[in-house]
Every structure is written in structure tokens, then in C-alpha cells.
């Protein structure tokens, strides 16, 4: 490979570069089968859902990332993004431009006052009974945690990043395609969020204890059949089938 003046290989088409990333990606998985890489999405929207959307806005009105970002959104479209996993308080992740480079992005946890904050405005915000039984959180939920100034997106000084690329500043394409990597997997799991940023969700539902018990009490109670469904169980005995009895019949021999 021929290198340019300024010691960085030259660009590539992004048709080759994508060829390049599907055969280092298929060499890595057969010795490390457990890489969960960012699917490419090509000339699609980054993130599909109201979560993952936010979370890419929120990383795209800080001025500070500005002069990289668009590089690091073409990178996560073609797919370039290898490994990323979601831990508490640190994103570690592997890209692919003309090697395997290796990103880590560190993030501050919440604050226990910010996060009070979040548990008190969540009051009362959850759909029904059912929604909470099966662990989901509505989109007024996601409304509430995903505001940029008090949700819990964190702020450019509450991020840090490292790569092992040759590009020393504060931001390079590689990290940026990482922060859209990461709405890419809050489409999937926006539970990861609260990993992120190190609070404990469910911390949310006991906010709601008082306006459980109120909807339990007022609303339509929910029928056997119901939970059943919901959790794939059998509340009731099952009736005994009927058995047919069957007369004999006798032959009479004149």
C-alpha cells in the first residue's frame, strides 16, 4: 500500500472499502465468534427508532464534534464498525478503516440528583400494567430520559475517547462512527442506555407503585386467560374430558 506525504494511506472507494470490511469481518469471527459488529445500513437513516434518532441528534448538535462527524456516519453506514459492546460506563468497540483499530469511549455516570430528577418526571408516565409486567417503557418514557439537557444523553464533557489510529485529535472518524454505533444498538436495546450512563431502570417503576395500585382498583381487571397469554402459563386446572360410554350390544340367538 502506498502511503501519501502526510504519512496516511490514501482513501478508498467506498465499494472496495466495503469488500475490505465483509473479509476482515468474516477472518475475526472465526476466532472470535462472540464480536457483535454494527450491520450496515447504506444510504439509510443511521437509526430507525425514536431512541436511536435522539441519540444521534444529541451527538450531532455538539459543535465540539462537528469537523468529524459526517466521516464517522459513512463509516457506521458501510458497516464498518466490527465489534461494539455496550458495558457500564464504557463503550469498547473495533473499526475497520485500513486496519482493525480499537476504540474505547468512556462516559460518566449520571449524577444521583440528575437521575432523581428523571424518576420523578417518569411518575405516572407508564401506559398500563401490562406494559410494566413485560418490562417495556413507552415512548413517553424515552421522551423524558432522551431530553438533551436533562435526560441522561451525556454532555461532550462527560465523554472521553481513545483509538489506537495515528490521528491525534480529540475526535477521529473512527470514534465518531462509534458514537453513531451506539444509537445504532439503542434501536435494538435501548435498555443499554441506562447501562451506559450506570443507573438502575428499574429504579423507574417504583415511581409508579401508587398509580399501579389506583389502575388495578379502577380499570378493567385483567382476566386468566390474559396472563396466560402474557407469561405462557396455565392458572386453572384443566377439565377432565368426558368419556363416552359405549353400550355394548348382545346378540340374541333364536
Not at 53 to 73: H, L, V
Not at 118 to 126: D, F, H, M, S
Not at 191 to 217: A, G, K, M, P
Request: with cysteine.
Amino acid at each position: 500500500m502506498s502511503w501519501n506525504n502526510y504519512g496516511y494511506p490514501p482513501r478508498v472507494k467506498v465499494a472496495e472499502h466495503k469488500e475490505q470490511i465483509a473479509k476482515k469481518l468474516a477472518k475475526l469471527l472465526k476466532k472470535q465468534p462472540d464480536l457483535q459488529p454494527v450491520l450496515g445500513v447504506g444510504n439509510k437513516a443511521v437509526a430507525k427508532t425514536f431512541w436511536g434518532k435522539a441519540w444521534c441528534e444529541n451527538i450531532e448538535s455538539y459543535q465540539d464534534y462537528a469537523y468529524r462527524i459526517d466521516r464517522g456516519r459513512s463509516y457506521a453506514r458501510r458497516g464498518a464498525i466490527l465489534d461494539l459492546k455496550i458495558k457500564s460506563g464504557i463503550v469498547q468497540a473495533l473499526v475497520y478503516g485500513t486496519k482493525v483499530y480499537k476504540v474505547e469511549i468512556s462516559i460518566t455516570a449520571a449524577t444521583s440528583m440528575a437521575w432523581q430528577n428523571l424518576i420523578t418526571e417518569c411518575a405516572g408516565k407508564i401506559n398500563s400494567l401490562i406494559e410494566l409486567l413485560q418490562g417495556k417503557f413507552s415512548e413517553h418514557i424515552m421522551q423524558v430520559i432522551t431530553q438533551p439537557d436533562k435526560g441522561l444523553f451525556p454532555k461532550p464533557n462527560e465523554i472521553k475517547f481513545s483509538c489506537s489510529c495515528l490521528d491525534h485529535a480529540m475526535l477521529c472518524k473512527h470514534t465518531s462512527a462509534v458514537l453513531y454505533g451506539i444509537g445504532m444498538r439503542l434501536d435494538d436495546a435501548p435498555e443499554q442506555l441506562f447501562l451506559l450512563r450506570q443507573v438502575d431502570h428499574t429504579e423507574l417503576l417504583s415511581s409508579v407503585n401508587n398509580d399501579l395500585s389506583l389502575e388495578i382498583t379502577t380499570s378493567t381487571p385483567i382476566i386468566d386467560t390474559d396472563i396466560e397469554t402474557l407469561f405462557g402459563i396455565d392458572l386453572l386446572p384443566k377439565a377432565p374430558a368426558k368419556v363416552k360410554k359405549i353400550k355394548s350390544k348382545q346378540k340374541i340367538n333364536k
